[in-house]
């Protein structure tokens, strides 16, 4: 077990409805319907054994005080407006983390949006490699797809992610929608080798449409959030 783990949330924080996802569709989604579950199923049981720091990478909103609040970041990075992509707000959020001074040994990247079923702490984590989730239904072993809800990863990995997106956003796979990172797991093992890559499933899930605790695409979480 790390003995200090940081849990970085990155992406929309707070929308009431009125921006447009990735997918050209309108969600309410907010950290006032998830903050509870992240202390109850990340925070508090690594607590136990760990020191937890929390880094926020998010937008402006009306709430923002309120977040600060809630979460008691290390440090938090809050950008003006909409006009980002998950890529480009990620790149801003892993510079952040380089730059911090609080020492990390191990990092949990996810968002705000996401509720999850069990706590991390039983998570098949191998603490010593770069962690993805699953790999997506819809991918295939020579093309290779995975979750991008959640990423986890010792600190020595920190540039090599950075590189990892930096190259992902330069040569994206899908034009339709704008930032996505199903695709990093390449520009991953270009830069670290598949040998120091895991898996926490080995059964093929899917992130996507699983927007209800009833409606389970995956073992792992689903998407708390509300169509306009």
Not at 92 to 116: A, G, H, W
Not at 186 to 191: A, L, P, T, Y
């Amino acid at each position: 077990m790390p003995n200090r783990i940081g849990l970085c949330l990155t992406g929309i924080s707070h929308d009431n409805g009125k921006h447009l996802s990735g997918w050209k569709q309108k969600f309410k989604r907010s950290f006032l319907f998830t903050y509870e579950n992240h202390y109850e199923k990340i925070i508090n049981p690594y607590k136990k054994f760990s020191e937890v720091n929390v880094f926020l990478t998010t937008y402006n909103s009306e709430l923002k005080n309120d977040l600060i609040d809630c979460y008691k970041p290390s440090s938090s990075l809050i950008l003006n407006g909409y006009n980002h992509t998950m890529r480009s707000t990620y790149i801003k959020s892993i510079q952040n983390l380089i730059n911090s001074s609080t020492m990390v040994d191990f990092y949990i990247c996810t968002r705000f949006d996401i509720k999850f079923y069990d706590n991390l702490i039983n998570w098949n984590f191998d603490y010593n490699k770069f962690n993805f989730l699953f790999k997506e239904s819809w991918g295939a072993e020579s093309r290779i797809e995975v979750s991008d809800v959640l990423f986890a990863f010792p600190k020595k990995y920190l540039e090599s992610f950075l590189t990892a997106i930096i190259n992902a956003d330069k040569n994206p796979r899908r034009p339709e929608c704008l930032g996505e990172l199903h695709y990093i797991y390449d520009f991953i093992v270009n830069e670290i080798g598949k040998e120091n890559t895991h898996f926490i499933s080995d059964q093929l899930q899917s992130t996507a449409h699983a927007t209800s605790l009833n409606h389970r695409l995956n073992s792992y979480f689903y998407l708390c959030r509300d169509e306009t």
